[in-house]
């Protein structure tokens, strides 16, 4: 592989995931969809974790006290907010909820390098941090390679998955597997670049996001932009060593998988193939693409609440739904 051809490649990577999100966002807001009326969303705060260090968490106690908790990761270059904003209302119904800023992303933790291991391990040091011993873990896209990985590390604290958009391995065809290390080889010599423009952009940002409902759209693209465009390309790289299908079927944990059907960016079969592989595992199927979770939300959100009751009736009499 020439310099030249992993240069260009760390070029797709950093520019074509951000126009194509920003061309999503304008998309929806000139009305050719509709974006999900949502007033407000549950606040969140800066939390100190223990022997990892301060992030955006969102907190919202569940109906009851001992009402499932969730926890839901969110996708490649945006936030927890960005990605779950439509569906954290309607989930706190039922569950407790917990999400937050994965690492290099929004005001996550910062750090060295971006690894799917380490956010599995934050996922697990959270869990550990507000008290909570098992959660049913829910993952889109990025999300569900964080949640299959904290299954694989911290099996103890996963009483159930739903992996959404998401896939057991990024780089399957010939090209995927010759573009993923072009982009690891163009990267490496930048890395220290990288994770200082993860520094300015975190450090820019105040305190606490803000939820803007009398222009949504701009809300979006805003906080699309608290994510340096550095990370897109190191996480899809990462995403590229990513492979699952060593362990995949030892999942011992109740597993829903939600294929969105007309995905442009993980193939709904890789998705399939990815609920074939879970043993018991239910697959459900939303007709959207994969921008779904907020461009056809509401389709999408009510299989989404489906897969996560389907996971937690089979929980332990004790971490059910109530009535």
Avoid at 25 to 49: C, F, I, N, Q, W
Avoid at 69 to 86: E, I, K, Q
Avoid at 201 to 228: C, H, I, K, Q
Wanted: glycine share 10%.
């Amino acid at each position: 592989m020439t310099y030249e051809a992993a240069q260009h490649a760390f070029l797709l990577a950093t520019y074509v995931p951000r126009r194509l999100t920003v061309a999503g966002l304008r998309y929806g807001a000139g009305r050719l969809v509709t974006l999900p009326e949502v007033t407000s969303v549950p606040e969140g705060r800066m939390v100190d974790v223990p022997g990892r260090g301060r992030m955006f968490v969102v907190d919202v106690p569940g109906p009851t006290p001992d009402a499932p908790t969730v926890v839901l990761l969110h996708g490649l270059a945006t936030t927890a907010y960005l990605s779950w904003f439509a569906a954290l209302g309607a989930v706190a119904e039922h569950y407790r909820v917990v999400t937050f800023d994965l690492r290099w992303h929004g005001r996550g933790l910062r750090g060295e390098s971006f690894r799917v291991t380490d956010c599995a391990d934050d996922v697990a040091a959270v869990l550990d941090h507000l008290g909570i011993d098992q959660a049913i873990i829910a993952g889109y896209s990025l999300g569900g390679a964080v949640a299959q990985e904290t299954w694989h590390r911290h099996p103890e604290k996963v009483s159930g998955l739903v992996l959404c958009s998401t896939s057991g391995s990024w780089a399957v065809d010939r090209g995927e597997r010759l573009f993923f290390p072009a982009l690891g080889a163009a990267i490496t010599p930048l890395s220290r670049l990288a994770v200082a423009a993860v520094e300015r952009r975190s450090a820019s940002l105040p305190d606490l996001p803000s939820f803007d409902t009398s222009d949504l759209a701009a809300w979006g693209l805003a906080e699309l932009r608290s994510t340096s465009g550095w990370t897109t390309p190191h996480v899809m790289a990462e995403l590229g060593r990513f492979d699952s299908s060593s362990w995949i079927g030892d999942v011992n944990v109740p597993t829903a998988v939600v294929v969105t059907e007309r995905d442009g960016a993980i193939p709904a079969a890789r998705q399939r193939a990815l609920a074939a592989a879970v043993p018991g595992s239910i697959e459900l199927s939303s007709p959207g693409g994969h921008a779904s979770l907020f461009l056809d939300h509401e389709r999408w959100g009510l299989v989404f609440l489906d897969a996560l009751e389907r996971v937690a009736a089979q929980l332990p009499a004790s971490g059910r739904l109530a009535g």
